[in-house]
Every structure is written in structure tokens, then in C-alpha cells.
């Protein structure tokens, strides 16, 4: 399993995938900085103003996880270079997973270090430029990293969803519009609260996502690609 990991980071070009996610998180930050100084004193607290940083990266790098779906599995069907892979002497099921299990390998780290990332500039920016308002406390501070961590974890789940589209249809566009409909409509209810309705909803998804991805697996194993 752990040769088949590699081999499949090698051939997508794991370095590239994660400068891409690390590019992602830039961009999403230089919007939310501008974002903050035009609504500046807009978000009565951290909370209020930290949960829709969540809710940003997790709209972000769901469609992110997308586009590695599209790279790992309907591009691959369409030029039938997959069926490289299924030579090896190991079940097309157990092959599929090493696929799955690098799209959230890669998902959710870059996912969780960006809304790291982005506490840590924007809490400094805020002391100067007034984001949200009130002060930080450290049980803050934890309970952010927590969410964080709960966050990243199922949406990175969550974001396997639009794999079943993929498989399909093996259409890379009916893919992204999913990956983009369900980031806008899990994600657009931020709360009032880190650990509020914004995680049951990305709980249920997540366990959504799993259960899809099973049958996924379960249409391309059955599929004539060779």
C-alpha cells in the first residue's frame, strides 16, 4: 500500500499538488484580508469572524479536492492510462483506495494548515486594521486549533463526494459544478459558534462522502477500461 502511495504522488506530481494548495491559501488570504479592511469592526467578535475563515478554506479546498478527483480518476479513465495501474497484481478495489486515500492525504493538511496560517496573520493584521472586534483569549486560541483540526478532517471527507459525478459520467466539468454547489451550500451557514451547526453539517456530509465513495469504487472496478 505504502509503494502504490508513492508511486501515485510520483506520477501526479505530488510537489506541484501541493504548491497549487499552497498558492490556494495565498490567494484566499489576500481576499480575506481585503475583505476585512472593507467591512473593518463589521464582525462583533473573533468567533463570528474566525468561523467564516473556516467556512472559506473549507468552500476553497473542497473544490480543490475536485480537481485532484478529476486528475486521479476522470482524466485517467478517459485516456485509459488507469489501466496501467490495474496490471498490477493487486485488486482494482484496493488500488482505487490508494487513489482516495491521497486525495484526502493531500486535502486535509493543506486544508488545516491554511486556516492556520490564516489565524495566525489575520489575528496580527486585526490588532492594527480592527477585523473583528473584542479581545483574544488563549481558550480562543485552542478551541480554534480544534475546530480547525474537526473541520479540515470531515470536510476533507465531505469534499469525496462529487467522486460518484466523476466516475459516472467522467465529466471533469459536472465534477468541479458539483464540487463547487456543494462547498457554496454545506459551507454559506458559518453559525455563530465553531463547533455550532456549521460541524454537524459537515459531519453528515463527510459520512455522505464515505459512503459514495464506496459505490464509486465499486463503478469503476466494474468498469471495461482496458
Known amino acids: 500500500m505504502k509503494q502504490l502511495l508513492?508511486?501515485?504522488?510520483?506520477?501526479?506530481?505530488?510537489?506541484?499538488?501541493?504548491?497549487?494548495?499552497l498558492l490556494t491559501s495565498g490567494i484566499l488570504l489576500i481576499y480575506l484580508i481585503m475583505s476585512g479592511v472593507l467591512m473593518e469592526g463589521s464582525?462583533?467578535?473573533?468567533?463570528s469572524y474566525f468561523s467564516n475563515v473556516i467556512a472559506y478554506n473549507k468552500i476553497v479546498f473542497t473544490i480543490f479536492a475536485g480537481l485532484l478527483i478529476i486528475r486521479m480518476?476522470?482524466?485517467e479513465i478517459n485516456s485509459k492510462s488507469i489501466s496501467i495501474l490495474f496490471t498490477y497484481p493487486l485488486?482494482?478495489?484496493?488500488?482505487?483506495?490508494?487513489?482516495?486515500?491521497?486525495?484526502?492525504?493531500?486535502t486535509m493538511p493543506l486544508m488545516f494548515l491554511s486556516m492556520l496560517f490564516h489565524f495566525i496573520v489575520l489575528a496580527i493584521l486585526n490588532l492594527a486594521l480592527g477585523f473583528a472586534q473584542g479581545s483574544m483569549s488563549i481558550s480562543f486560541f485552542v478551541s480554534?486549533?480544534?475546530?480547525?483540526?474537526?473541520?479540515?478532517?470531515?470536510?476533507?471527507?465531505?469534499?469525496?463526494?462529487?467522486?460518484?459525478?466523476?466516475?459516472?459520467?467522467?465529466?471533469?466539468q459536472k465534477t468541479l459544478i458539483g464540487s463547487a454547489v456543494l462547498a457554496i451550500f454545506l459551507y454559506s451557514i458559518k453559525g455563530s459558534s465553531l463547533?455550532?451547526?456549521?460541524?454537524?453539517?459537515?459531519?453528515?456530509?463527510?459520512?455522505?462522502?464515505?459512503?459514495?465513495?464506496?459505490?464509486?469504487?465499486?463503478?469503476?472496478?466494474?468498469?471495461?477500461?482496458?
Open 43 to 47: 464582525y462583533k467578535d473573533y468567533t
Open 144 to 172: 480554534y486549533i480544534v475546530a480547525s483540526l474537526l473541520h479540515s478532517a470531515f470536510a476533507s471527507l465531505a469534499a469525496l463526494i462529487p467522486l460518484m459525478c466523476d466516475v459516472k459520467w467522467i465529466s471533469s
Open 6 to 21: 508513492l508511486l501515485e504522488m510520483k506520477k501526479n506530481n505530488f510537489k506541484q499538488i501541493v504548491m497549487g494548495g
Open 91 to 106: 485488486s482494482r478495489k484496493r488500488l482505487l483506495v490508494v487513489k482516495v486515500i491521497l486525495v484526502i492525504s493531500v
Open 73 to 75: 480518476f476522470s482524466e
Open 195 to 226: 463547533f455550532g451547526i456549521a460541524l454537524i453539517l459537515v459531519v453528515l456530509a463527510a459520512g455522505l462522502g464515505i459512503l459514495l465513495t464506496r459505490r464509486a469504487i465499486a463503478v469503476v472496478v466494474d468498469m471495461d477500461i482496458m
